[in-house]
């Protein structure tokens, strides 16, 4: 039944995606010439289900439109195919509008991309600081550095448990430790603070990083060895992060916490 507002009423739903977000104003109302060239060009053939087939699997597997822009120059031909069409049937006012607005898309779609963009491009012709722009643009940079700075300055360089979701700011050996994402962390063997010490002897962790507090599924366990005295603070920073979507630019305060495994033995 999603499928039914997802063509026919394209953002009706308030943050959903539709048929609009991921073809476009400009296909949507040159669905009809598409059709057309399909049929008379079949040279278009191709392209056109090749970006059709793109847009519905990414539809079904993420839901991202931004995914599309590898396959944006197909959409591209094919308005170029339908008006094509449109100009071998002397249809002059249809030809006309269908260039004006093609050439108006581009023409936004660049301005679009200037202005999301050009923090990234003054970074990548050295106008502006690397770190100045991550630390600007960047989900849990600030943690990361602030993990890199404590857990690096360590005598002991064995593993460091990290519940971050973006990890590739990290530049000290890790494991991730979130029990959603992660392959080894499986709370229902990681129950108690004795199987979390065979554990941490296991993958050779020397830290764990609370930022700002454990998963729900394995905070019981780690906060009572934070308690017992069986993890034992090393380090802490208080950073500054995005909560929510990046794009709407609201940032909160984040406490960092790096505590050390005591007594993990060999």
């Given at each position: 039944?999603?499928?039914?507002?997802?063509?026919?009423?394209?953002?009706?739903?308030?943050?959903?995606?539709?048929?609009?977000?991921?073809?476009?104003?400009?296909?949507?109302?040159?669905?009809?010439?598409?059709?057309?060239?399909?049929?008379?060009?079949?040279?278009?053939?191709?392209?056109?289900?090749?970006w059709v087939l793109s847009a519905m699997g990414i539809f079904s597997a993420s839901g991202l439109p931004r995914f599309l822009l590898p396959v944006f120059p197909l959409?591209?031909?094919?308005?170029?195919?339908?008006?094509?069409?449109?100009?071998?049937?002397?249809?002059?006012?249809?030809?006309a509008l269908g260039v004006s607005l093609t050439v108006l898309l581009c023409a936004v779609g660049a301005a679009g991309l200037g202005v999301y963009g050009w923090r990234?491009?003054?970074?990548?012709?050295?106008?502006?600081?690397?770190?100045?722009?991550?630390?600007?643009?960047?989900?849990?940079?600030?943690?990361?550095?602030?993990?890199?700075?404590?857990?690096?300055?360590?005598?002991?360089?064995?593993?460091?448990?990290?519940?971050?979701?973006?990890?590739?700011?990290?530049?000290?050996?890790?494991?991730?430790?979130?029990?959603?994402?992660?392959?080894?962390?499986?709370?229902?063997?990681?129950?108690?603070?004795?199987?979390?010490?065979?554990?941490?002897?296991?993958?050779?962790?020397?830290?764990?990083?609370?930022?700002?507090?454990?998963?729900?599924?394995?905070a019981k366990s780690l906060s009572e060895m934070e308690e017992t005295g069986q993890l034992t603070p090393v380090g802490e920073a208080v950073v500054q992060d995005f909560?929510?979507?990046?794009?709407?630019?609201?940032?909160?305060?984040?406490?960092?916490?790096?505590?050390?495994?005591?007594?993990?033995?060999?």
């Open positions: 039944m999603q499928l039914f507002p997802f063509v026919f009423f394209s953002g009706i739903v308030p943050g959903a995606v539709g048929f609009w977000d991921f073809f476009g104003p400009l296909i949507l109302a040159l669905t009809p010439l598409l059709v057309l060239a399909s049929r008379s060009l079949r040279s278009c053939r191709i392209p056109l289900t090749v959409a591209l031909v094919c308005i170029a195919a339908g008006l094509t069409v449109s100009e071998t049937r002397g249809w002059k006012v249809v030809s990234a491009v003054a970074v990548a012709v050295g106008a502006v600081p690397r770190t100045q722009y991550l630390e600007a643009r960047r989900p849990e940079y600030q943690e990361g550095q602030a993990i890199n700075g404590i857990s690096g300055n360590q005598p002991d360089k064995r593993n460091t448990l990290v519940f971050v979701r973006h990890m590739y700011s990290l530049e000290v050996p890790f494991l991730n430790g979130d029990p959603a994402t992660s392959w080894i962390v499986n709370p229902d063997r990681l129950r108690t603070p004795q199987e979390w010490k065979l554990f941490f002897r296991r993958y050779g962790i020397s830290f764990v990083v609370r930022s700002p507090e454990y998963p729900e599924a394995v909560q929510g979507m990046r794009i709407h630019e609201q940032r909160v305060t984040v406490p960092v916490v790096v505590l050390r495994v005591k007594d993990l033995g060999q």
